[in-house]
Structure formats: C-alpha cells, structure tokens
C-alpha cells in the first residue's frame, strides 16, 4: 500500500484544480480547499464554509426546507406536518431519509408515513394559499386531532405573501389543545440545509421545549440532540444508554415524540451528535434552562466507549461509571473480533468522504478502526466551526446569507432556570479538563497533508478520484453512482440506501461487515470483457475549455 | 375527485400521501434523454438535489443536473445573473451540447421572464461577451411550475421546448417532401430505459429512419465506465430532433401533452408532419395498433419476428389465464400508464376494481372506461386522487382485491389492505431493476403477464396449509 507521501502531491491538486476554475471561481474555491496542517494539537488552517454555492457548478447541497423538515422535524412521529407549497416538495421528503421510529403500541400516532400538503395550484400562487392552509389544517385536525401540527413553508410561500406564522396563530385559537407552529423554511433561505437546522431549532424552542414539566424517573436524565435514527441508529444508542444505567428522555429527534421535545428541559444533560444541525438548541436551553452540554460521538466502537464515559463521569458516580466500564467491556468483545478479522483485510486502504455537517467527521472513527486510512473529507453544508472548532466561533465574519435566519436572543427562564452544574463547579471541571460546550472539529483530528474540501463538487471528485484512486468513497446517493461507475465502492453515508444502524457497537460491526463486503467485493474485477480491446475513450473536464 | 362505482368519496383540500410528482422532475428527465444535454433547474439548489436525488433512486444511474442557486436575493431580485453564471459555468465545466432549463414555483412566482433573459443571453453570447470559454451549448427552456401540473406534464413540456429550439426554421408546410424511405418520428411518455430499448429494437426492425424522442435508454441506464464521462453517452441526436420536420409521421404516446404544447401537433401543423397520439403499446390490442401504424408509416408489414411474439404472447394468455381471470386490482399512477394497464387487465380478465391518478384530468374517467371493454362490474374512477383517499375510497366503498399494481409509493396501500404490490411504471425505488422493467410491446406484456400470475400463484400457494407444488 502507497504510503502517503507516494501519492500525487495534495499542493499539485490544489493547484491545477484551480486554474481549472476561472479566477472569480478559483478564488473562492481556494478558501475552500485546505491543505490540513495540525500545530499545538488544536491550531489549523482556517477554511472558508457556508457561503454560497456557485450557479451551475454541481453541488451536493440541498436546500433550507430539506434541513428543516427534512432533516430535523421529519424523523419524529406524532408532530402532524403539513408542507405548504405545490407537490413536490412534500413528495420528495416523504421518508426518504429512512428515518425508523418505534411506537410504543400498534394503536400509537405515527405520522411518518404521511406526508400531507398543500399541493399549491396557480390560483392560490395568485390569490394566496393561506385559505387552503386553513382547510388542510382543520381536515388534519377532523382525522387525526394531533397533539401539534408544524407547518413547513416552502419557495413560493413568502413571496405570494402567505403568513405560515398567522396562520399558525389564528388556527390554534381555533383548536386550543393543539400545538400549531410554522417553520419559515422557505428552499431560497441560507446557502445551504443548514439554514433550514437552525429555522427549526428556533422553532422547536420557541414553541414546543418547556412546555410540559413532566420529568421522567431516573438520576442520570440526558437528552441526545442531533441523532437522527436513520437506519435505526437511535434505537442501538437506546440499548448501549440504558444498559449503562443512563436514562434517556428524549432524541432530538430519531424515535421521538412531541411530548418528549416538550419536556426536554427536565433533563440533567443534554448530549450532541450532530453539531451542526442541532448545536443552536443545545446553547438556547443551557442559557434558559442551565442544562450544560458537551459533544458526543456514537459512530465509531471508541467513540462510543468514549462517549459514554464522559456522560457517566459527568455524573461523577462511581457506580455508574462503573457500570459503564463493564458494559464497554461485554460489547467491545465482539466488536474486537470483527473488527480485527476486518482489518487483516482492509487495513492500509484509502477513503474519503463529502457528507454532512458531522458525518464526514465522525465517520472516520469507524474507517480508522479497521485501519483505513483518510485521504480527504470535507462536508456539504458544515460552518467553520465543524472544521476549525468552536474555539474560533468569535471570528466566523456574518455575512447576508446567515444574517436572514434568526439568531434568538435567549434569557434565562425566571422559574425553571436551574444550573446542573454551578459556575464554581464548572471552572473546577473544567480545570481537570473536562470540557463542556465543546466541539474540537474536523480538521485538529485529521493527518497533515490530508485535503479538507468545503462544498465539494461534480468536478472536484472526479479530479481527485482520477488522481488518488481511493479505496472507498463515502457521500450521497447523488454521488453514489458515479463513484461506483469508476469501479470504486461507494458507502452512502446519509441515509445508507440500506442497512444499519451504523452507531453504537452493533453499528460498528454492521459497518466494518459492510466495508469489508464493499472493499473486498469480486464485482468490479469483471468490469472489462476478456475481449474489450478498446476501453471507452476518456473524456475529461474544463472549465476553462 | 370523481366516482364512478357508486363509492362515496369524500373530498379533501389536502393532499395526503401524493400520488404524483412535480413538473420540473419530468422535464429533467426528458432532457437527459436528449444526447449531451444537461438540465439546469432555474430555482433554489434543493429542487436539483431533490429531483436528482429522486431520479436516482430509481434508475440507479448518475443524474447530474444543474441550478442556478437561488438565494434570498435572487428570490427579491431576480434571477437573471445567477442564471447567466450557470449557464457560464454549465457550458464551459460540461461541454454540453445542450442545456435544458427548467423553472420552478419559486422563478415562476416571482415572474422571471426566462425567455427574455435567454434571448439577452444568446445575443450576449454571440457578441464573445460570455465566460463560456467559447462553449455554445443549444439552450431549450421548458416553463414548469411546480404548481401546475405533474411530472408528466414537464416530461413533454420539455420535449416541446427542444423540438422548438432546434427546428426554429426550415421550410413550410407546402415546401414539404417526405423523404424516401419514409422516415418514422416516435415521441415517448415517461417510461423505463428498458421501454426505450424495447422501442428501439422494434423501430429498427422496420429498418426505416426515425427519431426516439426522447431516450434515456442509454444515458439513464448506461453500462460501467472504463473511463470518466462528463456526461453519459446516448440520447435522442439533435439532428435527428431537427428530422423530425422531414417525418411521414409522428406516433405519440400517450395524451398527456397540452394540445397547444405538444410538439407533435406543433410538426403538423408547421410542417404537416401527420399526428397520431395513441395509448401506450401495452396489451395485445394497444400494441396491435402501435405495430399497424409503424406499418402502415413505413410502408411495409410488420416483421415475422413480432407477429411470432404477438402468438407467444396469445399463448402465454391461454396458458396464465385461468390464474388471473376473475381477479380484481388496484391500480394508480400517471394518466397514460394507468390506462394503458386497465386494458391489459381487462383484456386478462382482470377487473381493475379502482384505477386512480394523481392528475387534474377530465379525460381520465372517460379513457377508462373505454380501456374497460370487457368488464360487467363498475370500476371506481378518481383522478386528482392521493393515496390517502385511494384507500379511503376502496375501505369504505368495501371494495375487494387480490393485488396492487403501480410504483413504489403504493406500498402503504397495500399494506394496509393487505395485498400484494406489483411494481411498475415510476417510482421503483425499493426494489432493485424499476429502469429495467419492460412495460412495452409484446413482450412488456408478457413480462407483465407473467408478473401478475406470478404474484396471484404465490399468493396463493402462500396460503397453502399443505404445500402443494403445482398450483
């Protein structure tokens, strides 16, 4: 296997790729592709991150409703959600992202499988949709009399001059037991599903978090935000959690329910995955509510072994730490033996991976176990603080794009503001080095010399599959086939396609099983017929023709 | 919604569990059908990634298609110079031959007059004014609001526009000559790669020229890749797009294009290209007159090859009859498709005891029950119908069936009623194959045939408490 410093220089990729770019082009795209450099453990280089995506140049992204209702509000299952906007939109979020969630009976609410809308015609774009948002809502109301109805907004809705916040306001007059609220998630927002994360927050905040004091039993209550439960990844951190002793009130938002959101802030602690989709409602409820928070990982055998640690030493009781220990130790036993069977096959091997706001991070926990080595990673619609860590947040420059989704400004809640943890014990934690509000980043984990790719597009993957020949490419199903038109594996690392849970232990032998069937497969040796003479002949990219 | 088994369906504002797409999706895929041609959907970067998302769930193929990226500013704005970087960078990163571009509810919300700006641009372009590095891409601009129509409705909105595009001149009607050997135009509804195929081999076989338009036979259903391909080879040629002025005739399938936007209507009476739309050639008597008319077209009898295959397929019905005769199914999906296969069950005996579409169409009740020729029993007939009201109509109008057939979508219904899902037509995503699943001809039919006896024989033997092996 090529040691790194055999492959093609990273300096000379960067370079020609640029010049491939006309020089407006060229000049963002070279903030955006970094040559990682780690000094003192935690300095690197700085990357530019959300800003916006060129037109025309290919892009992983998607849009602010995809983050919002999509990502953050679709995976829980007794919200009644209503997309209002023509078709297709509603359509296309309808459980594509293999969300699974488990009710408590047959009889219990799941809505997960419904997907209601507007389905906007020409008449309301000219005459307005609010009437029909009014009508949808009440015919949910007539079939279901949900507990809360969210309302998604999407393109066209604000510029026809719908209000989904009057709206909102208006029917829960009508229906006082019922929860209504809308979600300004209009496609144009922001640059990226990022702005949509970050609509929802404010909204599951604002709306639906403090409403109901009904804690639930237990001395160690933790909330995990930014946990999604695609392909029942929630469902095995539910298992490892409990059988630590841990007790779980609520996901934001894989296997969740409303009356779990809106008890969260009863909690001990609130734990998160997912920095960048959920990382604003962690801060809002440590402000309101004084519930610290720190950064957990769940993808990786040791990173959950870590995780798990720091929320038992959080608590600081030593049977549950305890507990913990010996729960770490029953599960890694057989993670061991999978992962070394995998690794005598998959050792020294090549990947990179374009996905996320933290998968493209946590992720390479999982590779590196069974020895693969990263060549390249970058995310989709990650901000500087994914790459750099939030120590440089002071310095991420506001710009128009972030500056049109609202920033809360939150007080602490005159009666159930509670700090878990005094400021006197904070400091003295934290001077033992236990950190709380953190996220390290990306970029201080990944070797020198490794490319770190902000936004990476059609183009760029191609160039730096032509050049580097990874072993393994993890992205998007939109990515997926044309990686794998190249005879190279392709994992798909948002809502696997297939299969999971990919966390936890179990996860982790799902994935280092489905890497090795992926790496170790016969198929692309059959790629050329014994009589093919004559490959396809090579096409090639240029932008500047 | 309409009623025609003397069901109550009761109507909602709402739709609940959609049973159609939207219109820029249909228009994507047409211009991926049409060769070195790559979409450019003029909205927010999320109608890109959702559609090519959704595309790609069901061919399984790459599916690049480009924005212009909308922001909040362009939304206030306008679009215009987001729309000319595109299409910059479109044209110089791809080297496409064509860009197709699509609106979206947001461009045509907010009234971007895309023709106008096209116009701009193209005179720009002709001046050396534009960052294209001299890459001079035909531009085809399909209007496709989301909020009008379905996908079908983009699907041949996007085949007028390029028709249009490319034949902008040439001469009239009058100046006409049909060419020797007469030369055959087929325009295609939304249907598999393999459909597509399946088209090409029997056009072939007739050995006269023609144009498939539009065919995503190779480009959405391509083989593995030796070496990388900016844009998968295959598609309809443009020359061959601009013959088509030159054609005997022009079969369409389906009715499903707008009289004033349909590009077929637009040969004939432009330059008196003979127009027949016809339904899908799916089912003996459909393919019967799908086969006579290339016939009569070209001027020769159809080959012995689909004539023995049109037997092998009678015998297939003799042989498989008495496992489906009697039977009853439900079926939903795109106008076109769902009538072409309420004629096929009805020709085998099967009674389609709902047949829905998620279409506003006024021809769809009436199209039915002409497909329906051998039926005594009442057919439930809903248009503009979701799948929450599809069930809701067959459960309280105590509607009995042995299975479902449609795309993939359909499995809450049948699910929840119970029964076997067939999958067909689009979308397929949660079975490997929907690009490969032949609908048409002879031989589609047969494979459809051999599908729904196969899954009425399973069923049942399913049932079996003492497992018999013939059934």
């Given at each position: 296997m090529a040691d790194i410093t055999e492959r093609p220089s990273v300096e000379n990729f960067k370079e020609e790729v640029l010049r491939s770019y006309p020089p407006k082009i060229a000049k963002k795209r070279a903030k955006q592709i970094i040559i990682n450099k780690v000094e003192n453990q935690e300095e690197v280089p700085v990357i530019q991150a959300n800003t916006r995506t060129i037109p025309g140049i290919i892009t992983m992204r998607g849009c602010a409703y995809a983050g919002c209702k999509g990502v953050v509000l679709g995976p829980t299952r007794d919200i009644l959600q209503i997309t209002h906007g023509p078709v297709g939109c509603g359509f296309y979020s309808w459980l594509t992202r293999r969300n699974q969630t488990k009710p408590e009976s047959l009889s219990d609410t799941n809505f997960m499988t419904y997907a209601m809308s507007t389905d906007l015609q020409e008449d309301e774009i000219i005459f307005g949709g609010e009437k029909k948002l009014r009508a949808a809502i009440d015919e949910a109301v007539a079939l279901f009399h949900p507990r809360a109805i969210g309302i998604f907004a999407t393109c066209p809705v604000g510029l026809i001059g719908d209000d989904v916040h009057a709206v909102a306001r208006a029917m829960e007059e009508k229906y006082p037991d019922i929860n209504i609220f809308g979600f300004s998630c209009e496609g144009y927002k922001g640059v990226s599903q990022s702005a949509g994360h970050h609509v929802a927050n404010n909204k599951v905040f604002t709306d639906v978090v403090g409403l109901s004091d009904k804690a639930r039993e237990g001395r160690f209550r933790v909330n995990i935000l930014g946990e999604y439960n695609i392909g029942g990844d929630a469902f095995e951190i539910e298992r490892i959690v409990a059988d630590c002793g841990i007790t779980l009130h609520s996901t934001f938002s894989g296997n969740s329910t409303y009356e779990e959101f809106s008890s969260a802030h009863t909690a001990d602690l609130n734990v998160v995955m997912c920095h960048r989709s959920i990382n604003y409602l962690a801060g809002m409820m440590e402000t309101r509510y004084g519930i610290p928070w720190f950064k957990v990982n769940f993808v990786g055998a040791g990173a959950t072994s870590k995780s798990l640690l720091k929320i038992a030493n959080y608590f600081e009781d030593p049977a549950l730490i305890k507990k913990t220990e010996e729960v770490i130790a029953r599960e890694m036993e057989e993670v061991a033996k999978v992962r070394d069977d995998v690794k005598s096959r998959c050792q020294g091997k090549t990947a990179m991976l374009y996905v996320g706001g933290s998968r493209a991070h946590h992720y390479q926990d999982l590779l590196k176990e069974i020895g693969m080595t990263i060549l390249s990673a970058g995310y989709e619609f990650a901000h500087r603080d994914d790459y750099e860590g939030r120590k440089i947040m002071s310095s991420i420059v506001v710009d128009a794009d972030s500056r049109n989704i609202e920033e809360l400004t939150v007080e602490p809640d005159p009666e159930r503001y509670k700090p878990r943890v005094t400021p006197e014990e904070r400091a003295r934690r934290e001077a033992e080095g236990f950190a709380f509000s953190d996220y390290r980043g990306m970029m201080p984990e990944m070797d020198n010399q490794t490319l770190v790719i902000d936004d990476c597009n059609h183009y760029e993957l191609e160039e730096l599959i032509d050049r580097y020949h990874p072993d393994l490419v993890c992205a998007g199903i939109k990515e997926k086939y044309v990686v794998q038109k190249h005879g190279i594996p392709m994992k798909q690392l948002h809502s696997y396609d297939y299969m999971g849970p990919f966390a936890g232990y179990r996860g982790a032998i799902n994935f280092y099983r489905e890497i090795d069937r992926l790496l170790n497969s016969n198929v692309f040796k059959f790629a050329r017929a014994p009589w093919d003479e004559n490959p396809q002949i090579h096409a090639s990219y240029g932008f500047n023709g | 919604?309409?009623?025609?088994?003397?069901?109550?369906?009761?109507?909602?504002?709402?739709?609940?569990?959609?049973?159609?797409?939207?219109?820029?999706?249909?228009?994507?895929?047409?211009?991926?059908?049409?060769?070195?041609?790559?979409?450019?959907?003029?909205?927010?970067?999320?109608?890109?990634?959702?559609?090519?998302?959704?595309?790609?769930?069901?061919?399984?193929?790459?599916?690049?298609?480009?924005?212009?990226?909308?922001?909040?500013?362009?939304?206030?704005?306008?679009?215009?110079?987001?729309?000319?970087?595109?299409?910059?960078?479109?044209?110089?990163?791809?080297?496409?031959?064509?860009?197709?571009?699509?609106?979206?509810?947001?461009?045509?919300?907010?009234?971007?007059?895309?023709?106008?700006?096209?116009?701009?641009?193209?005179?720009?372009?002709?001046?050396?004014?534009?960052?294209?590095?001299?890459?001079?891409?035909?531009?085809?601009?399909?209007?496709?609001?989301?909020?009008?129509g379905t996908h079908v409705e983009g699907f041949h909105e996007a085949i007028y526009a390029a028709v249009r595009a490319l034949i902008s001149d040439g001469p009239a009607a009058d100046q006409r000559r049909v060419k020797v050997p007469p030369r055959i135009n087929l325009i295609s509804g939304l249907l598999s790669a393999e459909d597509l195929r399946e088209l090409h081999a029997i056009l072939k076989s007739f050995a006269a020229p023609y144009t498939l338009l539009p065919d995503y036979s190779e480009s959405l259903d391509g083989p593995s890749w030796a070496g990388?391909?900016?844009?998968?080879?295959?598609?309809?040629?443009?020359?061959?797009?601009?013959?088509?002025?030159?054609?005997?005739?022009?079969?369409?399938?389906?009715?499903?294009?707008?009289?004033?936007?349909?590009?077929?209507?637009?040969?004939?009476?432009?330059?008196?290209?003979?127009?027949?739309?016809?339904?899908?050639?799916?089912?003996?008597?459909?393919?019967?007159?799908?086969?006579?008319?290339?016939?009569?077209?070209?001027?020769?009898?159809?080959?012995?090859?689909?004539?023995?295959?049109?037997?092998?397929?009678?015998?297939?019905?003799?042989?498989?009859?008495?496992?489906?005769?009697?039977?009853?199914?439900?079926?939903?999906?795109?106008?076109?498709?769902?009538?072409?296969?309420?004629?096929?069950?009805?020709?085998?005996?099967?009674?389609?005891?709902?047949?829905?579409?998620?279409?506003?169409?006024?021809?769809?009740?009436?199209?039915?029950?002409?497909?329906?020729?051998?039926?005594?029993?009442?057919?439930?007939?809903?248009?503009?119908?979701?799948?929450?009201?599809?069930?809701?109509?067959?459960?309280?109008?105590?509607?009995?069936?042995?299975?479902?057939?449609?795309?993939?979508?359909?499995?809450?219904?049948?699910?929840?009623?119970?029964?076997?899902?067939?999958?067909?037509?689009?979308?397929v995503h949660d079975r490997i194959g929907g690009q490969r699943i032949l609908h048409l001809g002879y031989k589609g039919t047969l494979n459809l045939f051999d599908l729904v006896c196969n899954t009425l024989m399973q069923a049942r033997q399913e049932k079996f408490s003492s497992g018999y092996t013939y059934i």
């Open positions: - | 919604m309409k009623s025609g088994a003397g069901v109550p369906v009761k109507s909602f504002v709402s739709t609940r569990n959609a049973c159609k797409l939207c219109s820029p999706l249909g228009a994507c895929f047409a211009f991926r059908g049409i060769e070195g041609c790559i979409p450019l959907i003029h909205g927010s970067q999320g109608c890109a990634t959702y559609i090519r998302r959704y595309g790609i769930s069901h061919f399984r193929e790459p599916i690049d298609i480009a924005s212009s990226n909308f922001t909040e500013a362009a939304a206030i704005f306008g679009g215009k110079d987001n729309l000319f970087t595109a299409l910059d960078n479109v044209s110089r990163a791809y080297r496409p031959a064509a860009i197709g571009i699509t609106s979206t509810c947001l461009s045509e919300t907010i009234g971007e007059d895309v023709s106008m700006y096209l116009k701009q641009y193209e005179t720009r372009r002709g001046q050396g004014l534009c960052d294209n590095a001299g890459h001079c891409p035909a531009i085809f601009y399909a209007s496709t609001p989301s909020y009008r990388y391909q900016k844009l998968p080879a295959g598609g309809t040629k443009a020359d061959d797009i601009r013959s088509m002025k030159d054609a005997a005739g022009t079969l369409y399938l389906g009715f499903s294009s707008s009289p004033e936007r349909d590009a077929g209507q637009w040969l004939a009476s432009r330059f008196g290209v003979p127009l027949t739309h016809m339904d899908f050639p799916l089912g003996i008597e459909n393919c019967d007159v799908f086969f006579e008319s290339l016939s009569r077209l070209c001027e020769k009898p159809v080959p012995e090859f689909w004539t023995k295959q049109r037997g092998r397929l009678i015998d297939a019905y003799i042989d498989g009859h008495k496992y489906c005769n009697g039977k009853k199914a439900i079926i939903y999906g795109e106008e076109d498709f769902v009538v072409a296969i309420a004629s096929f069950l009805d020709e085998i005996g099967v009674v389609p005891v709902a047949a829905a579409t998620g279409a506003q169409s006024n021809s769809f009740a009436h199209r039915i029950r002409k497909a329906l020729k051998n039926t005594r029993q009442q057919t439930l007939i809903m248009d503009k119908a979701d799948f929450a009201g599809i069930l809701e109509a067959v459960k309280g109008g105590g509607l009995e069936a042995d299975f479902v057939m449609g795309h993939s979508k359909g499995l809450y219904l049948a699910r929840n009623l119970g029964l076997p899902l067939l999958r067909c037509g689009f979308p």
